[in-house]
């Protein structure tokens, strides 16, 4: 793990060292995505469609322009946006007759043709989701994936005949979450977020979160139940088999970016990043040690092992540059390949590989045993997710008062807004919310003593 004091220093320069963005594009947090990193976000967005596609949601593809009088409709939703959102008011020299926003988010746009689409309770449950571009404009200071005013967003919106089957789906969105974040060696917490945090025009909202080696939290997800919010501005209703109309009851489902942003620094040491398997480019690099007269035999070898490795489907890379071993490992360690292969003259009379795995381990392996590197994989995933485990539990304080730790602290609390924000003013944190699963407390409120309902979790958050 890294140092805590260092961690953001380190991320603002391992974003671009690692080749994962360029940051000196001229418009503020607007960064380019370089190849790797964008073909990282394209392997994070595979295990998304994955997932969408084996719960039955349907991917669109909404226009990014939102007419002004689509976002009026929901009265929280605009107070929530207004200030984040870029309008375009002309075409050319002329004025436009109705001004156009950027999508800071979807739902203006894609439930106003939710209200064509719905006709009758057949119609029902409308699962969709898309991977598109929103655009806020941040006010605090932006950091690469984490805080952008161009942001790659993942947002998923169904509509339902009724709360029980709306709440259904929260839960197979916890479901989601649960297998696509684990696939990322990701360790999270689950929070219903108080009331006065919850997301714009949302009847309630749960925050997905991870801890980072600064020990703040990182929001990378967030689930929404809208129940009839939305449907009933943007007239969103169903026959039903009663013959009467009824408003649609819906959920959200967002992650973004960020998730690359958490990747990133959950994973982090000191040589670089450490890519889950899952997502990795490259899986496996290869290195030819090359001593003198034996050039091409290795170089040949480090060519029939990549072959071998790509039928088992690893990514694979033979460095042949003309650099040392050791400056190999260096670059491709910071980049956060998770196994190198090392192949020299020892290992070749030897009929073995040497294999080095991005956390550490050092191994022979023959050369005959190549399909060893699945499993060898899937280890290492698990070990790096059980690290940040062990970090994310050690960080976790469940307290009955109010102390100053670093990290997540939970608190009785009987539920009420003015205790939630006296706790944040006290311990200078913010609310993350009560624990998924609800989590019963026999304690006295942190604050006010009386009885208290739940916990309150609490946190430095980014
Ligand atoms: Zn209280």
Request: proline fraction near 4%.
């Amino acid at each position: 793990m890294m140092d805590r004091e260092t961690f953001d220093e380190w991320y603002h320069e391992i974003v671009e060292t690692a080749e994962l963005c360029d940051k000196r594009y001229p418009v503020k947090g607007m960064n380019i995505w370089r190849p790797y990193g964008w073909k990282i976000m394209q392997n994070i967005d595979a295990l998304i469609r994955k997932e969408m596609q084996q719960t039955g949601h349907d991917e669109v593809y909404f226009p990014l322009l939102i007419p002004e009088s689509y976002f009026q409709k929901e009265a929280d939703h605009i107070k929530g946006f207004s200030q984040e959102v870029y309008w375009v008011t002309h075409a050319g020299d002329n004025e436009l007759e109705e001004r156009l926003l950027l999508r800071p988010t979807s739902e203006t746009a894609l439930y106003s043709i939710f209200s064509l689409w719905i006709r009758s309770h057949a119609d029902l449950p409308l699962k969709t989701f898309q991977i598109v571009n929103t655009f806020r404009y941040e006010t605090k200071m932006t950091k690469a994936f984490i805080r952008v005013r161009e942001i790659h967003f993942f947002e998923a919106h169904t509509c339902h005949a009724d709360f029980e089957d709306a709440e259904r789906q929260i839960q197979e969105d916890l479901n989601i979450a649960h297998s696509f974040l684990s696939s990322l060696s990701l360790p999270f917490l689950v929070s219903k977020r108080p009331d006065w945090d919850k997301f714009a025009g949302a009847a309630y909202s749960i925050g997905l979160d991870v801890l980072m080696p600064s020990l703040k939290t990182l929001q990378v997800g967030s689930i929404h139940q809208y129940k009839q919010n939305f449907s009933e501005p943007f007239n969103i209703t169903y026959e039903g088999l009663d013959g009467a109309h009824h408003y649609c009851h819906q959920t959200t489902y967002g992650m973004s970016e960020r998730v690359l942003g958490a990747v990133v620094g959950v994973h982090g040491d000191e040589k670089g990043i450490k890519l889950p398997a899952s997502v990795a480019p490259i899986h496996v690099v290869i290195i030819p040690i090359i001593f003198k007269g034996w050039e091409e035999k290795i170089g040949k070898e480090c060519r029939a092992v990549k072959d071998e490795l790509q039928q088992l489907g690893i990514r694979c890379h033979v460095d042949e540059r003309e650099k040392t071993p050791g400056n190999k490992f260096y670059d491709w360690e910071l980049k956060g390949v998770p196994l190198r292969i090392e192949i020299g003259p020892k290992d070749m009379q030897q009929g073995t590989v040497t294999l080095v795995t991005r956390d550490g381990i050092k191994k022979q392996v023959g050369r005959n045993d190549l399909e060893v590197i699945e499993e060898e994989l899937r280890q290492y995933d698990r070990r790096i997710h059980d690290e940040a485990d062990a970090f994310l539990k050690e960080h976790l304080h469940i307290c009955t008062t109010p102390v100053k730790k670093e990290g997540i602290i939970e608190l009785p609390w009987c539920g009420k807004e003015v205790c939630g924000l006296a706790l944040e003013e006290e311990l200078d944190m913010k609310s993350l919310g009560t624990p998924i699963p609800e989590k019963e407390c026999h304690e006295k409120c942190a604050v006010c003593k009386e009885r208290a309902t739940t916990w309150l979790r609490l946190a430095r958050t980014y």
